[in-house]
């Protein structure tokens, strides 16, 4: 039987995936990452040590394994990426190029996200366009534009299967976050259930898209399941759910919290980081194309952390 590779798989992202296709698909899964996250495998599922940056191990594993699907989550996020420009580089261009090779000679189709640093400070800020100027000026947008190319340069030019969607930040109560500038959207909610006062890194009126993590992971093996004939675009999809601010969301949670008091620490490059990325993003090619629709409003996210947070927190 064929089966599904999750690169970064102890990741934000790869560690909830993996337990939603755990449910969901009767293929084995492999859970490939340079080090073995904290979250058990669902079952069936198996964890393989993986060096993306490693030729060998990449071609030891799809010798080993008929890898027909593959969730490629590996990167280096967008703070860590300023403080190592070079093993982003490496990381995020140099392991998806060989990934996509792996693809290639394989037959493999391939997930690889963008993100909102894929846009510059010259992009429209409101609505984002799904096809825009993108003038990333941080080095992980600026992987993350280039991996966009990259991708559909494979599926024009081999025929390879990729897919993609650019993330707003990621709200999540699973796993702690990966160094990124929307980490901000997490640590509140940690530091409001545990009734302690938050210092927030970004300024208190930056607009950024945000989403839960149960709806990224759904758009994520919606997109791949979808008819392949219907999609005009593949990397990569705007998808959005709410567009906040850090005050905004620290309203949301004093509704439920009525004692939690952020505060402000601002941290010069990931706001500079912040600044450079859109208010709200277009995600109607999206919809039109493999219907996507935002199971989660920013209320029922609120009111989900707060009571999961509680709960494993008890």
Same mark, same amino acid.
């Given at each position: 039987?064929?089966?599904?590779?999750?690169?970064?798989?102890?990741?934000?992202?790869?560690?909830?995936?993996? %337990?939603?296709?755990?449910? %969901?698909?009767?293929?084995?899964?492999?859970?490939?990452?340079?080090?073995?996250?904290?979250?058990?495998?669902?079952?069936?599922?198996? +964890?393989?040590?993986?060096?993306?940056?490693?030729?060998? %191990?990449?071609? #030891?594993?799809?010798?080993?394994?008929?890898?027909?699907?593959?969730?490629?989550?590996?990167?280096?996020?967008?703070?860590?990426?300023?403080?190592?420009?070079?093993?982003?580089?490496?990381?995020?261009?140099?392991?998806?190029?060989?990934?996509?090779?792996?693809?290639?000679?394989?037959?493999?189709?391939?997930?690889?996200?963008?993100?909102?640093?894929?846009?510059?400070?010259?992009?429209?800020?409101?609505?984002?366009?799904?096809?825009?100027?993108?003038?990333?000026?941080?080095?992980?947008?600026?992987?993350?534009?280039?991996?966009?190319?990259?991708?559909?340069?494979?599926?024009?030019?081999?025929?390879?299967?990729?897919?993609?969607?650019?993330?707003?930040?990621?709200?999540?109560?699973?796993?702690?976050?990966?160094?990124?500038?929307?980490?901000?959207?997490?640590?509140?909610?940690?530091?409001?259930?545990?009734?302690?006062?938050?210092?927030?890194?970004?300024?208190?009126?930056?607009?950024?898209?945000?989403?839960?993590?149960?709806?990224?992971?759904?758009?994520?093996?919606?997109?791949?399941?979808?008819?392949?004939?219907?999609? #005009?675009?593949?990397?990569?999809?705007?998808?959005?759910?709410?567009?906040?601010?850090?005050?905004?969301?620290?309203?949301?949670? %004093?509704?439920?919290?009525?004692? +939690?008091?952020?505060?402000?620490?601002?941290?010069?490059?990931?706001?500079?980081?912040?600044?450079?990325?859109?208010?709200?993003?277009?995600?109607?090619?999206?919809?039109?194309?493999?219907?996507?629709?935002?199971?989660?409003?920013?209320?029922?996210?609120?009111?989900?952390?707060?009571?999961?947070?509680?709960?494993?927190?008890?």
């Amino acid at each position: 039987m064929s089966t599904i590779l999750i690169t970064g798989s102890s990741g934000q992202i790869g560690s909830e995936l993996a %337990q939603t296709l755990g449910r %969901q698909s009767d293929h084995p899964i492999i859970c490939a990452d340079i080090k073995e996250g904290t979250h058990p495998l669902p079952p069936g599922a198996e +964890f393989i040590k993986l060096d993306i940056t490693r030729q060998d %191990q990449l071609e #030891k594993l799809f010798r080993d394994h008929p890898i027909s699907r593959i969730y490629h989550l590996a990167a280096i996020l967008s703070a860590r990426a300023e403080a190592n420009p070079g093993l982003a580089w490496e990381v995020n261009m140099n392991g998806l190029y060989r990934m996509l090779e792996m693809a290639r000679h394989h037959r493999s189709a391939i997930f690889v996200p963008s993100s909102i640093a894929a846009f510059g400070p010259d992009t429209p800020r409101n609505r984002t366009p799904q096809d825009t100027l993108q003038r990333a000026t941080s080095l992980y947008g600026v992987t993350k534009v280039a991996g966009e190319l990259l991708c559909d340069y494979y599926h024009s030019r081999y025929g390879v299967d990729t897919r993609g969607v650019r993330f707003p930040g990621l709200i999540s109560y699973q796993t702690e976050p990966g160094g990124g500038t929307t980490d901000y959207a997490v640590d509140i909610f940690f530091a409001a259930v545990r009734k302690e006062k938050y210092a927030c890194f970004l300024k208190a009126d930056t607009r950024l898209d945000m989403m839960y993590m149960p709806d990224a992971i759904t758009a994520m093996t919606q997109l791949m399941d979808a008819d392949p004939g219907r999609l #005009k675009h593949r990397n990569a999809f705007n998808i959005a759910a709410y567009s906040l601010t850090p005050r905004e969301l620290a309203r949301q949670i %004093q509704a439920h919290i009525p004692g +939690f008091e952020i505060t402000y620490d601002i941290d010069p490059v990931r706001q500079a980081i912040a600044d450079s990325w859109p208010d709200s993003m277009d995600d109607s090619a999206a919809r039109e194309e493999w219907g996507w629709r935002p199971r989660y409003s920013l209320a029922a996210m609120v009111e989900d952390m707060i009571r999961n947070i509680r709960r494993i927190s008890s």
